[in-house]
DNA sequence: GGTCCGTTGGGCGC
DNA sequence: GCGCCCAACGGACC
């Protein structure tokens, strides 16, 4: 290197995008050929992921990180793990470590902790002539690029899986998928630079930062040394598993081209469908080599049968990119609207209870039906569930059964499920509840009889509600309906082992229906006088 | 204003 | 396992 050659440090800043392979953003700062190369990740207890997350979330992130350290070290490199406020913490290695580079993959959804984060981070980088370079590598397609297209001559943009289908198949082609960098990409750090010993990833939730600012007797959850001990979590954390997991879930390739979601069961014990979710919302595996890999495998399928979007597994990711556009969109209209009720364009205003205590018996799983409760108590156990059984404890909680605003149930499953992800969430939440994109509400799960027939003996209900384990098949969806021999028999006495129902479902379904009805109603008034007042003031204006 | 559609409802009869 | 009705939503399109 000559004397004048300024010295270039890059650092790479993971937050989502947990992986080496196919991340456009490391990639391009490594092709700066740096001479000093820090992949840094910065744990804010004041994060959303952070904030409110289960000890099973806790552990996945750290295996994340523990993975990312291990694959970065075998390429002689590592993670250098930041504790505190990003804003604030990277500036200061900026000026620590001469940072002249600073990559990150970016935050397309405008979750309002990373818009805020990545605004702010970008002003300081220019300020102190730190350059950038991002990448969207979170969806098959940048999201600006389908809102460019989607809009192109004053369209609205697509809010139907319908429309979106119509427009991701007028998109060019996709990106290539990268492969991960290798050991000559790396500059050779000398030791004193590794930081032998500091920035070590967490190993343990109890390594984690708590939320600045917030007394520790109101955090929700408060990550004790043994709170993952009884806990059994339907995957393990980090992108090496990943791609093992990637590679199980498609090696039967007549199963992934025929794949149906509305086919897949929700009692089975093992998950009956991929199970990838997980990887995809934390960034361990690339949606595009997801995508690509799917192609491979249905190319190899023996089958005639071919399923298709949106319920093959190609429109799985389909729904994943709508879901991103969607939040994307909304947020851009009302910042930070996109898990709310409040000024989201894509809600409507239901008049929802407030009942602490119904909301806690659906979060603890104790709300008398016994397939809710196990469902619940999957998500809580393993932090997964069927997508199905999301449907049915999301109906239940809302405009099926306990009327609480979906808000409450959006919050639980982001802080409870490894694949919590802000788009995905808040869409699923919106849809369920008919609060937007999907409004036959006269459409209800029944939460005894809907899983019947796929599971008649209750396996499922026996395994994650142990109390009825010995209720007999007959009964196990409804005990409220055995003879009180019958329960005595099993060991049961409802009210004690085990909660009566705490609605009569026929009863509150009817009613809810009714209340829904009356929400439209009084939204269809709200904006017709809406419109008549803007066109009254219109007419005055000229 | 009419018609058709919307990833995965429930219940009945056949 | 399928077709049909239940009572009836909003939104796109004509």
Avoid at 408 to 430: C, I, P, R, S, V
Wanted: contains cysteine; hydrophobic residues 35%; positive net charge.
């Amino acid at each position: 290197m000559s004397k004048n050659t300024p010295t270039v440090v890059a650092m790479h800043w993971f937050r989502k995008g947990l992986r080496l392979h196919d991340n456009p953003a490391l990639k391009s700062a490594l092709e700066q050929s740096p001479q000093k190369f820090f992949p840094v990740y910065v744990l804010d207890g004041n994060a959303y992921q952070l904030l409110r997350c289960s000890p099973l979330r806790a552990n996945f992130m750290i295996e994340c990180l523990q993975d990312l350290d291990s694959s970065l070290k075998k390429l002689g490199s590592r993670l250098y793990v930041l504790e505190g406020d990003p804003t604030i913490v990277l500036p200061a290695k900026f000026e620590e470590w001469g940072v002249t580079h600073l990559s990150f993959e970016e935050d397309e959804t405008g979750e309002p902790y990373a818009a805020k984060r990545d605004e702010m981070i970008v002003q300081k980088a220019q300020a102190m002539n730190v350059n950038l370079f991002t990448a969207c590598s979170e969806t098959l397609y940048p999201l600006k690029d389908y809102m460019k297209k989607g809009t192109a001559g004053g369209k609205a943009i697509a809010n139907s899986m319908g429309s979106f289908q119509k427009l991701f198949n007028s998109m060019p082609a996709m990106k290539k998928v990268l492969p991960a960098p290798t050991k000559d990409d790396f500059p050779d750090m000398k030791e004193e630079n590794l930081y032998d010993g500091e920035f070590v990833p967490p190993k343990r939730p109890t390594d984690l930062p708590w939320p600045r600012g917030i007394p520790k007797d109101q955090v929700e959850y408060v990550w004790g040394a043994n709170d993952c001990r009884n806990l059994t979590p339907a995957v393990r954390g980090g992108e090496s598993i990943a791609r093992k997991a990637l590679k199980e879930s498609l090696k039967d390739s007549n199963w992934v081209a025929t794949f149906e979601k509305p086919q897949t069961s929700c009692t089975s014990i093992k998950p009956s469908t991929t199970a990838l979710s997980p990887y995809l919302s934390w960034g361990c595996l690339s949606p595009r080599e997801v995508w690509t890999a799917l192609d491979e495998a249905i190319s190899k399928a023996t089958t005639n049968g071919r399923s298709k979007p949106p319920v093959s597994l190609h429109g799985q990711m389909l729904w994943r990119d709508f879901n991103n556009l969607m939040a994307h969109d909304a947020n851009r209209e009302s910042p930070g609207c996109w898990n709310k009720i409040e000024g989201n364009k894509y809600c409507r205003n239901v008049p929802w209870d407030d009942d602490p205590q119904l909301l806690e018996a659906w979060k603890k799983g104790q709300t008398g039906f016994p397939w809710i409760d196990a469902t619940m108590r999957q998500l809580r156990q393993e932090g997964w569930i069927h997508h199905l059984g999301r449907h049915a404890v999301a109906c239940f909680l809302t405009r099926g059964d306990l009327w609480q605003s979906w808000e409450e149930g959006a919050k639980h499953f982001e802080a409870e499920l490894l694949d919590a992800d802000y788009a995905l969430n808040g869409f699923n939440w919106l849809w369920l509840s008919c609060s937007g994109f999907f409004y036959q509400y006269f459409r209800c799960y029944s939460p005894i009889t809907f899983q019947m027939k796929n599971d008649p003996n209750g396996n499922y209900i026996r395994k994650f509600v142990p109390e009825l384990r010995n209720v007999p098949s007959k009964y196990i969806y409804c005990p409220w309906e055995a003879p009180s021999g019958v329960l005595e028999k099993a060991g049961v006495n409802l009210g004690k082992e085990y909660p009566k129902p705490i609605v009569d479902h026929l009863e509150v379904s009817k009613e809810n229906m009714n209340r829904m009805k009356q929400a439209y109603d009084a939204q269809k008034k709200r904006e017709a006088e809406r419109k008549s007042t803007s066109a009254s003031k219109k007419q005055r204006m000229s």
